[in-house]
């Protein structure tokens, strides 16, 4: 079956600080992957995606992610984090089915402190 | 970039009523929309696909006849939740995919927060 885990429920992490959000998945076939972000009582926001090439993608405000085919994962990284990044960040993969759907990670809380 | 919005973005109503919310694609045609159901703890739900011009498939343990969805147009998807009861609330976010490409990121709407008394 396919999914998307998320290992960490809260992540701390100092203003200033490199930081990183774990992601790794399980599908059949290539993963297509994605990263959101989400601000308290707001819709989710496109971070990042992998598709194809590069295992290193970036994005926006800042964030990449890396691919790792082997380890099947695909986390979150910022070099140096801001108090403005404190949200939840949700990885999803799509299904590998016809049908364009996500399947999500339940979401880590990031809180950057001052 | 690509803009969804949601309307409402806050609903109260009592117990048994029927509330709709409009889910829009403001600069962009959106062949599929998706509807999210997002509880205290954060996590997601799938609720449905809504394609334009057919009928929606619903994700398993989701009631068609509760959670009615119409996606009439190409800009245009809504969610009736029908017969509200106190344990529909939640935050309901819809998102669409720009069509063409099957592994485009999906855009979303700021959500919908429905408390029923």
């Known amino acids: 079956a396919q999914s998307v885990a998320q290992p960490e429920d809260q992540v701390n992490v100092a203003e200033g600080n490199p930081l990183t959000v774990k992601c790794t998945y399980s599908v059949s076939g290539n993963p297509y992957l994605f990263w959101y972000v989400q601000y308290p009582n707001r819709g989710l926001q496109f971070l990042l995606k992998y598709i194809t090439g590069d295992n290193l993608v970036k994005g926006s405000y800042g964030f990449e992610a890396e691919f790792n085919k082997s380890q099947t994962s695909f986390h979150l990284k910022k070099p140096s984090a801001l108090v403005s990044d404190s949200a939840l960040y949700f990885c999803a993969v799509r299904d590998t089915g016809n049908n364009r759907k996500l399947i999500w990670g339940l979401g880590t809380s990031l809180a950057v402190n001052p | ?117």
Request: proline share 4%.
């Open chain 2, 1 to 117: 970039g690509a803009v969804v919005s949601q309307h409402p973005s806050r609903v109260i109503c009592k117990s048994g009523t029927s509330v709709k919310i409009e889910c829009r694609s403001l600069d962009f045609q959106a062949t599929t929309m998706f509807w999210y159901r997002q509880f205290p703890k954060k996590s997601l739900m799938l609720m449905a696909t809504s394609n334009e011009g057919s009928k929606a498939t619903y994700e398993q343990g989701v009631e068609k006849d509760k959670f009615l969805i119409n996606h009439a147009s190409l800009t245009l998807s809504t969610l009736t939740v029908t017969s509200a009861h106190p344990e529909d609330s939640s935050f309901y976010i819809c998102s669409a995919g720009l069509a063409g490409g099957p592994y485009n990121e999906q855009f979303f709407g700021p959500g919908t927060r429905l408390t029923v008394l």
